[in-house]
T-cell receptor, first 110, second 114 residues
Framework: GQQVMQIPQYQHVQEGEDFTTYCNSSTTLSNIQWYKQRPGGHPVFLIQLVKSGEVKKQKRLTFQFGEAKKNSSLHITATQTTDVGTYFCAEGGSQGNLIFGKGTKLSVKP | ETGVTQSPTHLIKTRGQQVTLRCSSQSGHNTVSWYQQALGQGPQFIFQYYREEENGRGNFPPRFSGLQFPNYSSELNVNALELDDSALYLC?????????????FGAGSRLTVL
């Protein structure tokens, strides 16, 4: 069935270092969404990518959708302690639902 | 514009009991879905309601049931609770963006089953 795989599962960085998480699928995705969940919080929508090769930026965050629409990445430049949390990618399911990856948990050491 | 609100925020039950969780969806959103998030995992789709009818369901047994009311609020009911039902239960309302459902989650109800 549909499934998105995220790597790495955990990432520990020093404040100021960059961070990247990857999302891979064995099937072509119609779109991919990214969510952030702070510790003890709930997932919050960050962005949606729809077009092949699409790149979107939100301040220090850069999101990419692969040319074949089978992978996506989220890159954070110069991490800050406020970036701490778990980042999930999600693909659209057949019932209007979202199928979430297991997430990448980011910790930032000040 | 109000967000998605859920109640209760935390609750503890014992095996075999029943629980009802409640959700008020974001103003203007007529689709509500429920997700279960176990510790360290991504949210898993339980079911979705549109115009008071279930119109999508994930791989959850029938003891997970729900309702949607005319004001678009919703309930999730779980019967015969099991230890593995311990999780964060997230309600989400949907908005359509570029043909896809974008979810706005509530803060969740954290259920512990002892």
């Amino acid at each position: 069935g549909q499934q998105v795989m995220q790597i790495p599962q955990y990432q520990h960085v020093q404040e100021g270092e960059d961070f990247t998480t990857y999302c891979n699928s064995s099937t072509t995705l119609s779109n991919i969404q990214w969510y952030k969940q702070r510790p003890g919080g709930h997932p919050v929508f960050l962005i949606q990518l729809v077009k092949s090769g699409e790149v979107k930026k939100q301040k220090r965050l850069t999101f990419q959708f692969g040319e074949a629409k089978k992978n996506s990445s989220l890159h954070i430049t110069a991490t800050q302690t406020t970036d701490v949390g778990t980042y999930f990618c999600a693909e659209g399911g057949s019932q209007g639902n979202l199928i979430f990856g297991k997430g990448t948990k980011l910790s930032v050491k000040p | 514009e109000t967000g998605v609100t859920q109640s209760p925020t935390h609750l503890i039950k014992t095996r075999g009991q029943q629980v009802t969780l409640r959700c008020s969806s974001q103003s203007g959103h007529n689709t509500v879905s429920w997700y279960q998030q176990a510790l360290g995992q991504g949210p898993q789709f339980i079911f979705q309601y549109y115009r008071e009818e279930e119109n999508g369901r994930g791989n959850f047994p029938p003891r997970f049931s729900g309702l949607q009311f005319p004001n678009y609020s919703s309930e999730l009911n779980v019967n015969a609770l099991e230890l593995d039902d311990s999780a964060l239960y997230l309600c989400a309302s949907s908005s359509r963006v570029a043909g896809a459902n974008v979810l706005t989650f509530g803060a969740g109800s954290r259920l512990t089953v002892l």
